[in-house]
């Protein structure tokens, strides 16, 4: 599964700076436990700073202290700070659905207050739009556009960047292959307020194409 230098090189520097994060500051764990999520602790601690990344390695290196590594990228495996497994699915849960129920409450305030989106129509266009069910068959038809950009657990990132991110992570992996379904439902959540937006077809399919053409990129950068 290729993905491109300059991501490659971002895990390597959060894989690393996670274990330095473990040795210097193990409290992060009490802190997600206690529900601080990855981008919040590095900005507490000025991670950013105190190591000299960038604010979305920081978070993700947040991430690695606490969860683990698993190797690769050239660096060896290392546990992580919560090493109960039943203990860290239940707590990755938990800051999924607050981090979900955040960014939704705030996109529906400010739409609101700057009476867009659904929050524009009346009530006649808002029954209409109901039956039409419009953006629930855009979505079928997989023409929602994969270049949202959200804050995420590891960093700011465009949704397939972030699917890609997800289809590293042993949680979202069975039997060595990727969990595609399992990815689709968490972009669901995280860039579509829980619509059905992405499916397993849709995840595969553009996982797909975007290896195919680093690589392709590659050998054309390798035959010029």
């Not at 390695?57 to 700070?81: D, E, M, Q």
């Not at 399919?205 to 680093?214: D, E, F, G």
């Amino acid at each position: 599964m290729g993905i491109s230098p300059r991501e490659s090189a971002g895990v390597r520097q959060a894989v690393e700076v996670g274990r330095r994060i473990q040795e210097f500051f193990p409290a992060v764990a009490e802190d997600y436990r206690g529900g601080k999520a990855y981008r919040i602790m590095a900005q507490q601690y000025g991670f950013a700073e105190f190591f000299r990344v960038g604010e979305g390695v920081a978070a993700s290196a947040v991430r690695c202290a606490i969860i683990g590594h698993s190797g690769g990228f050239h660096n060896l495996a290392y546990s992580g700070l919560i090493e109960d497994a039943s203990e860290l699915e239940m707590l990755c849960r938990e800051h999924r659905s607050r981090e979900s129920s955040r960014k939704g409450k705030i996109v529906g305030k400010k739409l609101f207050l700057e009476k867009r989106g659904m929050h524009s129509l009346t009530h006649e266009q808002l029954s209409e739009a109901g039956r039409a069910g419009a953006y629930k068959s855009v979505a079928a038809r997989g023409k929602v556009p994969w270049n949202g950009i959200e804050q995420t657990e590891y960093g700011v990132l465009t949704e397939i960047e972030y699917a890609c991110e997800l289809a590293f992570t042993p949680e979202y992996q069975k039997d060595g292959r990727t969990d595609n379904k399992k990815i689709a439902q968490r972009l669901n959540e995280h860039f579509h307020n829980g619509h059905q937006v992405r499916d397993n077809n849709t995840v595969y399919s553009n996982l797909y194409m975007r290896r195919y053409r680093q690589a392709a990129k590659a050998a054309a950068s390798r035959n010029p």
